[in-house]
Nanobody, 123 residues
Framework: QVQLVESGGGLVQAGGSMRLSCAAS????????MNWYRQAPGNERELVAS???????YYDDSVKGRFTISRDNAQNTVYLQMNGLKPEDTAVYYC?????????????????WGQGTLVTVSS
């Protein structure tokens, strides 16, 4: 079973920066996509950024040019560097990791979620 532990988050003023981290742990797994989602009060969870094993990055239009997603494959960790934060970025941020787990050759796909971390941007 793959588990994710998020760190970072907190309160920051508008225009400030913050970095989120998410580390995956477990046994016999390999990671494909690593993603960051966010959910603001009253809103649905939305994809903010994604990075493949390539790595190829995707960003929602609302964060392009301000957020940067990166990954450290040796540490099974994904990061989200957030610059130029705006009050509308306030949300609970969740990391999400997809891959394969289990012993060869019968590996199964997994879809793991972090516990969520609150980012609050004050105006």
């Amino acid at each position: 079973q793959v588990q994710l532990v998020e760190s970072g988050g907190g309160l920051v003023q508008a225009g400030g920066s913050m970095r989120l981290s998410c580390a995956a742990s477990g046994s016999s797994f390999s990671i494909n996509n690593m993603n960051w989602y966010r959910q603001a009060p009253g809103n649905e969870r939305e994809l903010v950024a994604s990075i493949s094993s390539g790595p190829t990055a995707y960003y929602d239009d609302s964060v392009k040019g301000r957020f940067t997603i990166s990954r450290d494959n040796a540490q099974n960790t994904v990061y989200l560097q957030m610059n130029g934060l705006k009050p509308e970025d306030t949300a609970v941020y969740y990391c999400n990791v997809k891959g394969l787990s289990g012993p060869y050759p019968r590996r199964n796909p997994f879809n793991a979620w972090g516990q969520g971390t609150l980012v609050t941007v004050s105006s």
